[in-house]
């Protein structure tokens, strides 16, 4: 993000405190919510990514996610899930966290379950912390918002303005019950 992108970024935010709705561009477009003023690391690269690029515009599914979990195969739903409502504008996010004491020590090894094994496509951010004071910052936000994870993936839906609409347990299948409808209404 340029400095000037940044400033430019951090004036709507602060905008959008102040007014008590979201932050306009000058375009009109929404401005990125603070929910997602972080860059963060992909799993098992050096690339960062620009969460506001990638998620502008787009409604959110925000999940922590764990290798060695009974709800692991849950991966197979998610992507699922992100195939059929990419093209309508959702994006998942998975951040793989060893809060739970089910990820692997290894990003490699946990890249291998994500890309290899459930043949993941949507975006998964380098392992970090999802609870507490340590958590990144966009668990720190939804933290706030809808409260910490109380196991491996839990989902939060987040709408195109960055207003979180829902935290979804860890048992909440991807597909064919509230989660699904969820998205569906929010992409509508």
Same mark, same amino acid.
């Given at each position: 993000?340029?400095?000037?992108r940044f400033i430019l970024a951090?004036?709507?935010?602060?905008?959008?405190?102040?007014?008590?709705?979201?932050?306009?561009?000058?375009?009109?477009?929404?401005?990125?919510?603070?929910?997602?003023?972080?860059?963060?690391?992909?799993?098992?690269?050096?690339?960062?990514?620009?969460?506001?690029?990638?998620?502008a515009g787009k409604v959110v599914?925000?999940?922590?996610?764990?290798?060695?979990?009974?709800?692991?195969? !849950?991966?197979?739903?998610?992507?699922?899930?992100?195939?059929?409502?990419?093209?309508?504008?959702?994006? =998942?996010?998975?951040?793989?966290?060893?809060?739970?004491?089910?990820?692997?020590?290894?990003?490699?090894?946990?890249?291998?379950?994500?890309?290899?094994?459930?043949?993941?496509?949507?975006?998964?951010?380098?392992?970090?912390? =999802? %609870?507490?004071?340590?958590?990144?910052?966009?668990? !720190?936000?939804?933290? %706030?918002?809808?409260?910490?994870?109380?196991?491996?993936?839990?989902?939060?839906?987040?709408? %195109?303005?960055?207003?979180?609409? %829902?935290?979804?347990?860890?048992?909440?299948k991807p597909r064919g019950g509230?989660?699904?409808?969820? =998205? !569906?209404?929010?992409?509508?």
């Amino acid at each position: 993000m340029s400095p000037l992108r940044f400033i430019l970024a951090c004036a709507l935010g602060l905008g959008s405190l102040l007014l008590g709705g979201p932050a306009r561009a000058a375009d009109g477009e929404a401005a990125c919510p603070a929910l997602f003023q972080h860059e963060a690391r992909k799993l098992h690269s050096k690339e960062d990514v620009d969460l506001c690029a990638l998620t502008a515009g787009k409604v959110v599914l925000v999940v922590n996610t764990a290798s060695q979990c009974g709800f692991t195969p !849950q991966f197979k739903g998610l992507e699922a899930l992100y195939k059929t409502y990419r093209d309508q504008g959702l994006v =998942v996010l998975g951040f793989p966290s060893d809060a739970f004491r089910q990820e692997l020590d290894d990003e490699g090894a946990t890249a291998k379950v994500c890309y290899v094994n459930y043949g993941v496509t949507f975006p998964m951010m380098a392992t970090s912390p =999802v %609870r507490g004071p340590d958590a990144n910052p966009v668990f !720190q936000a939804l933290n %706030r918002a809808a409260g910490e994870p109380e196991w491996n993936f839990n989902k939060y839906l987040v709408n %195109r303005d960055g207003e979180v609409l %829902r935290h979804f347990p860890s048992s909440a299948k991807p597909r064919g019950g509230e989660l699904e409808a969820a =998205v !569906q209404a929010a992409l509508r």
